[in-house]
């Protein structure tokens, strides 16, 4: 295997690929070597990026899924199955963000958000499971927050369900570690998304963030690619369980 493609001819399924971090975790498996399985919501963002996907040279399946859809998930799996015959990479990146103090929540806006940040995962991690299981070997790659590490205000919704995606990946690791599936995430902190471009847009807003950032800026997706490969290819076949934190050094204040 190559050293400069770890992922040659291995196949990774990345939800929320149309943008942000999906995107880049889905160019930077491709680079590394890997064909790439595309899902979110809206089918014209995947087919962009499955277009650049392409551009790499490898090949791209974009499937537009709602990860809180049982049938629509077990759907992704199937194709990507019937494309492919395998799976050797799983990225859980679909997230919704609510900024809201609690006692204003709606319960509904509070389900949203945990239908997709923990049941999206939960749903499609079962069902891609399944098959990293059988072929006894296989990575699974959880995203969720450095809020899941922190208080923080208006954001109840959105820590409490990046806390769940934490524990969910120490669980299946224990659960996994003799099936040959190692499972980690990747906390990030700010980086410059459209999930916080609101935010960005308003100067007191953007500046107050970055004062809480001891890097003082903003990270950038593809700062987040040497690690996706990292936990994609085989150096981190005996590590499993673990977040690894990338913000800045916010979470270490």
């Known amino acids: 295997m190559s050293t400069e493609q770890p992922l040659a001819d291995q196949v990774a399924v990345v939800t929320g690929a149309g943008r942000g971090i999906g995107r880049a975790a889905a160019l930077a498996l491709a680079e590394a070597g890997a064909h790439v399985v595309l899902a979110a919501r809206s089918a014209d963002q995947l087919e962009a990026v499955a277009s650049e996907v392409r551009e790499r ?138 999930l916080n471009a609101d935010a960005r847009a308003d100067q007191d807003t953007y500046e107050r963030i970055l004062r809480g950032v001891p890097a003082r800026r903003m990270g950038d997706v593809d700062e987040l690619s040497p690690w996706l490969v990292l936990l994609a290819g085989p150096s981190s076949d005996f590590m499993t369980g673990e977040t690894i934190v990338i913000d800045g050094g916010q979470t270490a204040r």
Not at 91 to 98: D, E, K, M, Q, R
């Open 57 to 194: 040279g490898r090949r791209a399946l974009a499937v537009p899924t709602d990860v809180t859809d049982e049938a629509a998930v077990e759907e992704l799996t199937a194709r990507t199955l019937r494309e492919f015959s395998r799976v050797d990479v799983l990225v859980n990146n679909s997230g919704i963000l609510a900024s809201t103090p609690l006692l204003e929540q709606s319960p509904e806006e509070w389900d949203a958000v945990h239908a997709t940040n923990v049941r999206g995962t939960f749903l499609v991690t079962r069902s891609i499971g399944r098959h990293l299981v059988d072929q006894g070997r296989g990575k699974v790659i959880n995203i969720a927050s450095n809020f899941a590490f922190t208080g923080v205000p208006m954001h109840a919704a959105y820590c409490s369900s990046k806390a769940a995606v934490v524990a969910l990946t120490r669980s299946l690791a224990v659960e996994w570690a003799r099936k040959g599936v190692q499972v980690n995430a990747i906390a990030p902190g700010y980086f410059a998304t459209d």
